[in-house]
């Protein structure tokens, strides 16, 4: 998953251009897009979305954000939308892995009500838009078997401390709070198995800038970025696909290990290459593979 596009659950326009897009994922979104008149009406326009969109060839993989836990909408939520089998489930929100857990058995019986597969609905987690959660973060780690991403976010982390702001004054650079919350979703996914994926850059007319922060983001170790407008979706792509150099690098790794197997460490260009390295070297290959799969 390199990009991660949201559209509003209720934008039947917007819906039908998901697919053209380019992205990985596509987020529709029942939370902060849509008002709580149109909830109903959203679940709806979602479920006939996903039932349709799930026989497109070469379609993106497609997630649905429900409401938070602490809201009377989420249990609607899943009743409206998991007949319609859509790939994953975004969790705004949470206050630690238990809200995890928790959506994951609501998933089990969701799924054996609908006759899916169990376990087939995977998870997102965003896992910082509570002050708690960020006091909670080790317990996202063995909290589901179903946690395939943990993303961050920093507007609503912002409301909830009462930040000012969360960038420096260049307007790019994440403030301390935020940056932690970065650096703490970024550990917490690795250390749960579960991919790491930046959160948008919200001037979504700031292509310079979303660059710069998506290749940051990808120079640290995350493995995709979300984004809230097409035009963003060009360029995250690019920035989390492994480059030729990249992918020439690490097949010379595993080649030389594969040469030597019982080698704790080789050399290759005058450089000691040890374990460490071929670990990184057959994930950068993994990424690749996935990337040429999404095209």
């Known amino acids: 998953m390199r990009s991660l596009l949201f559209i509003p659950a209720d934008d039947e326009k917007k819906l039908s251009k998901g697919t053209q897009t380019g992205a990985d994922v596509l987020l529709l979104d029942l939370e902060d897009a849509v008002a709580p008149s149109r909830k109903g009406d959203a679940r709806k326009i979602c479920a006939d979305y996903l039932a349709r969109t799930r026989e497109v060839q070469g379609r993106p993989r497609l997630f649905v954000r429900i409401n938070a836990l602490d809201t009377p909408y989420w249990a609607d939520d899943l009743a409206g939308i998991v007949k319609a089998q859509p790939d994953g489930i975004m969790l705004p929100k ?26 087939s609905i995977r998870i997102i987690a965003i896992a910082t838009e509570t002050a708690i959660s960020l006091l909670n973060m080790p317990s996202y780690v063995g909290a589901s078997a179903r946690l395939e991403g943990l993303t961050w976010g920093a507007e609503d982390l912002s409301a909830a401390v009462g930040a000012r702001t969360n960038r420096e004054a260049d307007g790019r650079t994440w403030t301390s709070p935020f940056m932690l919350a970065r650096n703490l979703c970024l550990m917490t996914g690795v250390a749960a198995g579960a991919q790491p994926i930046d959160t948008v850059f919200v001037n979504f007319r700031d292509a310079e800038g979303l660059r710069a922060e998506a290749s940051t983001a990808a120079r640290d170790g995350f493995t995709g970025k979300m984004a809230i407008h097409p035009n963003q979706v060009a360029i995250i792509n690019e920035v989390f696909t492994p480059t030729e150099a990249e992918t020439a690098e690490a097949e010379e790794i595993i080649a030389a290990f594969r040469a030597q197997p019982d080698a704790g460490v080789v050399g290759i260009r005058g450089k000691m290459i040890d374990k460490a390295h071929l670990a990184l070297a057959e994930r950068l290959m993994s990424r690749a593979a996935a990337a040429r799969r999404q095209g």
């Open 94 to 119: 949470p206050r630690g892995g238990g809200d995890v857990h928790t959506l994951s058995v609501a998933l089990d019986h969701a799924e054996q009500g609908a006759g899916i597969a169990s376990g």
